[in-house]
């Protein structure tokens, strides 16, 4: 799934047409792909098309999204993926409240056989309320029953200078115990306009990586720098801290008509400078019909 198209497919706005270019060595553009999204008053269709040999554009991907239910109380969505190869893949996904004043969310999903036939290829479901969630996933076996393969318990909480979310995933050992796999903290805050998230990422107790990210939006510009770290970088030594490995930045103005974004990536140096190079610009996704 291509980030810069996709960062853009949620947007609730119909006729809308998007180009992704990528960009070589010599910095000279190149069309990667074309979006085009229609939606109506429960239905949603995204067509993306990359481009042949010869210029013209062939299907890679179409997503059909269908609101079968909609209510005070529930609702059901349906999003069935076909492919530039013929198969296809379905979403479903039901979301209901409960007198209790919590929230039961089911999503199933359905791969193509390789007959022209959807089958389950894993089901989840999340209790939430106050804050609080209890995540099952299960996953058919070869006799098409399903057992359970992966568990999740999350937390959100206020805290002084923000919002912090805890999500701890269990997996199943050799012995059938659920053992914690991955714990992430997560820290939000918002402060003069610009949201700074912070995420810790654990593994078997021990600190792995950590996300920072911060948005900025004035004036119909948005801006999201994203710094990835981990515990070694390429050409350094390992290390009992995060190091910086990467930044990306995506930079989105709106222009009369839509909407001008761009990606780019800059990267620390293999020697001990802890300086990071200058961004590289990677993708520029120009979308006519966005931003309305």
Do not use: H, W
């Amino acid at each position: 799934m291509r980030y810069c198209v996709f960062l853009l497919a949620v947007l609730a706005a119909s006729g809308q047409e998007s180009k992704t270019y990528v960009y070589d060595v010599n910095g000279d553009p190149s069309l990667y792909t074309e979006t085009l999204r229609s939606r109506t008053r429960n239905d949603k269709t995204m067509v993306e098309r990359i481009p042949s040999m010869n210029g013209e554009t062939a299907l890679d991907e179409k997503v059909d999204e269908r609101v079968i239910e909609s209510s005070s109380t529930s609702r059901i969505v349906e999003r069935i993926t076909t492919y530039g190869s013929g198969e296809r893949a379905k979403v479903r996904t039901e979301e209901k409240k409960r007198p209790d004043g919590g929230v039961t969310t089911s999503t199933t999903r359905y791969q193509d056989d390789g007959n022209g036939s959807l089958v389950m290829a894993e089901r989840s479901v999340e209790q939430s309320r106050d804050g609080m969630s209890e995540t099952v996933i299960e996953r058919p076996t070869i006799d098409g029953s399903l057992v359970v393969v992966e568990k999740k318990s999350g937390t959100t909480r206020q805290v002084d200078n923000g919002r912090e979310t805890t999500v701890v995933t269990y997996r199943q050992d050799t012995n059938g115990n659920f053992d914690e796999a991955v714990r992430e903290i997560s820290l939000v805050t918002k402060t003069n306009g610009v949201t700074s998230e912070t995420t810790d990422q654990y593994l078997a107790g021990q600190l792995n990586g950590r996300t920072v990210t911060t948005v900025t939006e004035q004036d119909g510009k948005l801006v999201r720098e994203t710094s990835i770290y981990g515990m070694n970088a390429p050409g350094k030594a390992t290390s009992d801290r995060p190091q910086l490995r990467e930044q990306t930045l995506v930079e989105r103005n709106k222009v009369p008509g839509g909407t001008v974004e761009t990606f780019s990536v800059r990267r620390p140096s293999l020697d001990d400078t802890p300086q990071l190079g200058q961004f590289q610009l990677v993708s520029t996704t120009v979308c006519t019909g966005c931003g309305k």
